[in-house]
């Protein structure tokens, strides 16, 4: 490792019972293959990359598969499959707890249930539900209870409701399109505005909305009681983490945009296990001392304060 070790704030879990249940339905994540896991494959790839904590989340397609019921039920489990895994390592692992959207009160219900009984570290919402995005004023009254309880939220993309093309899997090329759609809907429709004491983490840079940021002010004109000036703050106002996006393509524009302060590591293990390149690229970007140590682990760590401090390599 080195000499301070990463906290990873895009990393995934999938639960042996629900990697089942998506064999055998045969669902993926927008058509990538579902890879293998298991905790000690995510120790052992932590070490490899330098990363002392990973804050896990479920990746998509999430777990409203089929009605509301099965939703609450799935998210149940697997939130408290989470939990004790976090509870036997919580020097590796954390929680970004998942939720049944678009099943609101089933979703508001286990928010609740695992910010205030699990004790997770916050809350993981896919990028749209069912072609709802984020911004959707069905959803104000989880934003409420997340911003009551000054929540991180990690925003990852899922499939968005349109053909996928032919030899493009989702998260090969839509992902982040669908990031960077549901980040402007909640800028445009004032879920940033209201709900000022959250956190929102966006994945893979978000997509790529610090690189067309100056372009989207102009929804001001089609959102009433926005201006540009609103629009642009609104969006500084979000964390970006640097999943596959660490490249000298990618960093130039995130690093121009993003307030130095909101920018943390990410490896998306193990939908990337073959892909330290991403990291490796991050650790030849030429910055400085200070700025490097905050993207690695400085900022997660007031974002996850109980994490502060761990940077000796644990095994």
């Known amino acids: 490792m080195t000499s301070t070790a990463r906290i990873d704030t895009h990393q ?3 639960p042996p019972a629900y990697r089942k249940l998506l064999d055998d339905r045969g669902l993926t994540a927008g058509g990538w293959p579902t890879p293998a ?3 000690q494959a995510a120790i052992n790839t932590m070490d490899d990359q330098s990363i002392a904590s990973g804050i896990l989340s479920l990746s998509a397609p999430g777990v409203h598969l089929a009605d509301d019921a099965e939703g609450r039920d799935l998210a149940r489990q697997v939130n408290e499959y989470h939990a004790e895994l976090v509870k036997s390592r919580p020097d590796r692992f954390g929680q970004f707890a998942c939720v049944p959207l678009p099943d609101i009160d089933g979703s508001v ?27 959707d004023k069905d959803f104000e009254p989880l934003w ?9 939220v990690f925003i990852h993309p899922t499939e968005p409701p349109i053909q996928m093309l032919k030899g493009l899997p989702s998260p090969l090329l ?11 809907h909640m800028v445009a429709n ?11 983490i966006l994945s893979h840079a978000g997509g790529f909305l610090p690189y067309a940021a100056y372009r989207f002010t102009g929804a001001s004109q089609f959102n009433p009681g926005t201006t540009a000036e ?3 703050a609104d969006m500084k106002r979000f964390y970006f983490d640097t999943a596959l996006s660490s490249t000298p393509a990618a960093l130039p524009s995130l690093l121009a945009f993003a307030d130095p302060t909101h920018i943390t590591f990410g490896s998306d293990f193990p939908f990337a296990p073959a892909r330290p390149q991403f990291t490796a690229m991050f650790d030849a970007y030429p910055l400085d ?12 760590e007031k974002l996850f304060p109980r994490l502060m401090s761990r940077e000796r390599p644990i095994t």
């Open 174 to 184: 839509d992902f982040p399109f669908d990031t960077t759609r549901t980040a402007l």
């Open 230 to 232: 609103s629009i642009m």
């Open 12 to 14: 995934h879990l999938i």
């Open 37 to 39: 896991w298991d905790p």
């Open 144 to 152: 409420a209870e997340l911003n009551a309880r000054s929540a991180v």
């Open 109 to 135: 219900g286990e928010a609740v249930y695992a910010l205030d009984e699990l004790h997770a570290d916050g809350v993981v919402l896919l990028s749209n539900a069912g072609g709802k995005y984020l911004g």
């Open 190 to 200: 004032g879920v940033m505005s209201r709900h000022t004491q959250i956190k929102v």
């Open 289 to 300: 001392e200070k700025q490097r140590h905050a993207i690695n682990r400085g900022n997660a």
